[in-house]
């Protein structure tokens, strides 16, 4: 069964900070995997999709990438915004298109 | 192009109760899957259906059933609710194919007195 893990639970930074979120799977027989953004009171927001053949995928100021060999994802954000906090969500398709979600990162970008 | 679109937004039932919550997908998408989101456990999937027939099934009890309709549109129902059945119900619609990106609406969010 797929677990999938984000770290840290929560982060504050100061606006303008680049930053990393980490994702780690314990399956890697992966087909996709998705990084979304929540906005409270809201659904889900597709960020970027990267397919298991790929490493990396860029849109903006966000780039995601994948190591199926050690079982990571991470989603880089360069030059926090304010309008950049959210909860980040990575999710993995390994299961035709049943996503198995980690628990989540709440980002907070202070002005 | 519009969105998915979840209706109703937000539902107060009691206990042993049942509640039919509504999915219309993305135009020309034509699969439709189903999460609940709470904060102790998170998101989980509960089932999809692509041309009017369930293809996956989460470990859901079988008070959660939905079903899917000729223009894609789907309904979930949850019978005899239970106080643990309040969460945020997310719908989640693409174009059916293997692996494809999943799209999702606002959610219905519902409270079980």
């Known amino acids: 069964k797929q677990e999938v893990t984000q770290i840290p639970a929560a982060l504050s930074v100061p606006e303008g900070e680049n930053l990393v979120l980490n994702c780690s799977f314990t399956?890697?027989?992966?087909?996709?995997l998705q990084w979304f953004r929540q906005d409270p009171g809201k659904g889900l927001t597709s960020l970027l999709l990267?397919?298991?053949?790929?490493r990396e995928q860029t849109s903006g100021r966000l780039n995601a990438s994948l190591d199926k060999s050690s079982g990571r994802s991470t989603l880089y954000i360069a030059a926090s915004q304010p309008g950049d906090s959210a909860t980040y969500l990575c999710?993995?398709?390994?299961?035709?298109?049943?996503?198995?979600f980690g628990g989540g990162t709440r980002l907070m970008v202070k002005p | 192009k519009a969105g998915v679109t979840q209706t109703p937004r937000y539902l107060i039932k009691t206990r042993g109760q049942q509640v039919t919550l509504s999915c219309s997908p993305i135009?020309?998408?034509?699969?439709v899957s189903w999460y609940q989101q709470t904060p102790g456990q998170g998101l989980q999937f509960l089932f999809e259906?692509?041309?009017?027939?369930?293809?996956n099934k989460g470990n859901f009890p079988g008070r959660f059933s939905g079903r899917q309709f000729s223009n894609s549109r789907s309904e979930m129902n949850v019978s005899t609710l239970e106080l643990g059945d309040s969460a945020l119900y997310l719908c989640?619609?693409?174009?059916?194919?293997?692996?494809?990106?999943?799209?999702f609406g606002d959610g219905t969010r519902l409270s079980i007195l």
């Open positions: 399956d890697s027989a992966i087909y996709n």
């Open positions: 259906y692509f041309s009017e027939t369930q293809r």
């Open positions: 989640a619609s693409s174009l059916g194919g293997f692996a494809q990106p999943q799209h």
């Open positions: 990267i397919q298991s053949s790929q």
């Open positions: 135009s020309g998408h034509r699969s």
């Open positions: 999710a993995f398709n390994n299961a035709g298109n049943m996503l198995t």
